[in-house]
């Protein structure tokens, strides 16, 4: 990484849409690639290099504050600073009426979608300083049937971006909240099973419309 490329850090970056922007920004941006999943992270990073681009990998779960807190602090270490902060991990747990949300799928939802991102905010923020960019991502599915676990967590999480961005208005850095359009992607197969899915728009052409808001 030379003194002027940029440095993005994606959470959930191994497949769907994270991987998607991770590629879209190698050209302009080192990426520090976060997922649980070693092997689709390798992968990732086979690609990213192809397209001459570099990649960081850090295979790490989200619920784990320590390693949070390590991988923060290791971006600091090396680098000082972060440009930019795309938050696309999320738990999509199954479809179910609110009275029968298993209290496990109810308890991951929660810390994967809500709490973690309330604990990755406060550490991601200084590295963004001022002049830094953090992106959300919505799916406005709360209150809709069968939607309880997902709907409920991903709103929670959607509340902590709002007020972030409304926070950081005037002192930075800069807070965006996309809706993606819909994609053929894992996330969106566990909850339109037998859709069409040629007729949805692929991660990589939304990646790229993203990136060019950006």
């Known amino acids: ?25 190698a050209p302009t941006h080192h990426i520090v690639a976060v997922a649980r999943t070693t092997g689709a992270l390798e992968e990732l990073d086979d690609r990213i290099r192809a397209k001459g681009g570099a990649a960081t990998l850090a295979p790490m ?8 807190a390590t991988l923060c602090r290791g971006i600091h270490d090396r680098w000082g600073k ?6 696309t991990a999320i738990h999509t ?3 179910t009426p609110a009275p029968s949300v298993d209290p496990k799928d109810w308890t991951k939802s929660v810390a994967v ?5 309330s604990v990755l905010i406060p550490y991601v923020a200084p590295l963004l300083g ?9 799916d406005p599915k709360a209150g809709e049937k069968f939607y309880g676990a997902y709907g409920a967590s991903k709103a929670a999480q959607m509340a902590l971006a709002r007020s ?20 053929p992607t894992a996330l969106r197969a566990r909850f339109h099973p037998g859709e069409d899915r040629a007729v949805l728009t692929s991660p990589t052409d939304e990646a790229a419309r993203i990136v060019a808001m950006l």
């Open 82 to 87: 972060l440009d930019l902060w795309l938050h």
């Open 130 to 138: 001022t002049e830094g960019q953090a992106v959300f991502f919505d």
């Open 164 to 183: 972030w961005a409304a926070e950081t208005v005037k002192t930075g850095p800069r807070v965006t909240i996309v809706e993606p359009v819909p994609m």
């Open 61 to 68: 779960d989200i619920t784990e504050p320590a390693a949070m």
């Open 1 to 25: 990484m030379t003194d002027q490329t940029k440095l993005a850090l994606i959470t959930g970056a191994s497949r769907g849409l994270g991987a998607a922007l991770a590629e879209a920004l």
């Open 113 to 117: 979608n809500a709490t973690a991102t």
């Open 93 to 95: 747990a199954p479809l």
